[in-house]
């Protein structure tokens, strides 16, 4: 872990410095909030198929209250509309959300927006943000290669709602952060442990201003890491091959399907008794169903066995066989434990290289919040890392951080601009 905590430094430091990288380190444009911002903000979270809009009131003593909230899905269940289809225009999308944000932004007065967009931009500034290409399976057209802050101000005024300002269009990394660091000024790491991996940071001094900036490192793409022959098996059927290295061994978009290709090679190689062919479909457990597998401490080991017979139709397994498949599943996941924890290491060996002072790491997503001793294993990790000085370092859950941080960045961007 210390040997990759370093590996990532180095990575960082070369990014910054314009020199081959595989981490992005996209700037922000953002510092950290003081907590004093205060007033009503409106809050767009857009990372998926489902939309959120927030009116959030910003008390300016760390307190955020949520007076009005909406939640909207872009693809409608029974076919009557899909704003992520190639048939749907950006047009239709952003008037779309821009009509959810009519339906909580109160007459009179002007409201700062903020906008979490979790999809790869190239950002200029702290409301200009380009968007590369979709990823997520949207197809929307008109979008790519547009400025989305531009896209949402358009349709907000189509919608009689000018008085609605997109001020900032952050990252949910960045959002984590932000939402953490309002009620806790030692913030300086945000971070996605749930389906997909990612995580971001505070730059004491950033060489585009020479002043604080959280920066997206997009750490899923980071390759500093020696790969096993599951993780080759996995990448190379995987349709960004040689990509993304970190997120498919860290991230639960994958870790069921790591857990697969071990069960499916004790299988091949005759340690475990199966004749079920649905062994060999990839995808065919979920991280989702091997939660239940690492906190089974019952005798007869039953969630494991009941996972076996749903996902893969084995049954009549030994205890020994079962056994063998929960330790697989619990490898998988204290290894994205601590590979995650190694590239945080490697942010703090970074910014404060003899942890002389306090660091919170805002963490949110289903890993971190829901699977049975993730937690714990990044805590463990931390402390083999840092030692004594572990106790430096302090991690959070940022619930739902991405909406709130939205807010943050604009009222941020409102009290810089005042």
């Not at 401490?297 to 079962?322: H, K, Q, Y």
């Amino acid at each position: 872990m210390r040997d990759i905590a370093i590996c990532f430094q180095h990575d960082m430091c070369n990014g910054l410095t314009g020199k081959a990288s595989s981490l992005k380190l996209l700037p922000s444009f953002l510092g950290n909030p003081t907590g004093r911002e205060q007033g009503q903000v409106i809050a767009v979270d857009f990372g998926g198929t489902n939309v959120r809009v927030l009116l959030v009131e910003l008390a300016g003593n760390g307190q955020v209250n949520i007076i009005d909230k909406r939640s909207a899905l872009l693809k409608d269940k029974n076919g009557k509309y899909d704003y992520t289809a190639a048939s749907a225009s950006g047009l239709e999308l952003f008037d779309f959300i821009a009509g959810k944000i009519s339906e909580v932004a109160p007459r009179g007065g002007t409201y700062p927006l903020g906008h979490t967009f979790s999809f790869p931009c190239r950002q200029h500034g702290v409301n200009e943000a380009v968007l590369i290409s979709w990823t997520k399976e949207f197809k929307t057209s008109g979008v790519e290669g547009r400025n989305i802050g531009e896209l949402l101000q358009a349709a907000l005024k189509r919608k009689g709602s000018s008085h609605v300002k997109s001020l900032a269009i952050i990252n949910d990394t960045t959002g984590t952060l932000l939402s953490t660091a309002y009620t806790d000024t030692a913030t300086s790491i945000g971070s996605i442990c749930g389906t997909g991996h990612n995580t971001c940071y505070l730059e004491p001094c950033h060489p585009l201003t020479g002043q604080p900036m959280i920066i997206n490192l997009e750490s899923g793409n980071f390759d500093g890491i020696q790969q096993t022959e599951y993780d080759r098996q996995l990448d190379q059927a995987s349709e960004r091959f040689g990509s993304q290295r970190l997120e498919k061994m860290a991230s639960g978009q994958y870790l069921g399907e790591l857990v697969r290709l071990i069960v499916h090679k004790l299988a091949t190689d005759g340690h475990i008794n199966s004749a079920s062919d649905r062994l060999g479909v990839p995808y065919s457990v979920s991280t989702e169903d091997i939660s239940p597998v690492l906190a089974d401490e019952s005798p007869a080991l039953d969630a494991v066995a009941n996972m076996a017979a749903r996902c893969w139709g084995i049954t009549g397994l030994e205890i020994g066989e079962l056994a063998a498949i929960r330790a697989a599943a619990r490898l998988v996941t204290k290894r994205s434990a601590r590979l995650v924890a190694a590239t945080w290491a490697g942010v703090l060996i970074k910014i404060d290289p003899m942890l002389t002072r306090r660091h919170t790491i805002a963490v949110d997503g289903s890993l971190y919040e829901k699977m049975p001793g993730y937690k714990p294993h990044l805590l463990e990790a931390i402390s083999e890392i840092f030692s004594q000085n572990a106790k430096q370092i302090t991690i959070k859950l940022s619930k739902d951080g991405s909406g709130i941080g939205a807010a943050i960045a604009a009222a941020t961007v409102c009290n810089a601009k005042s």
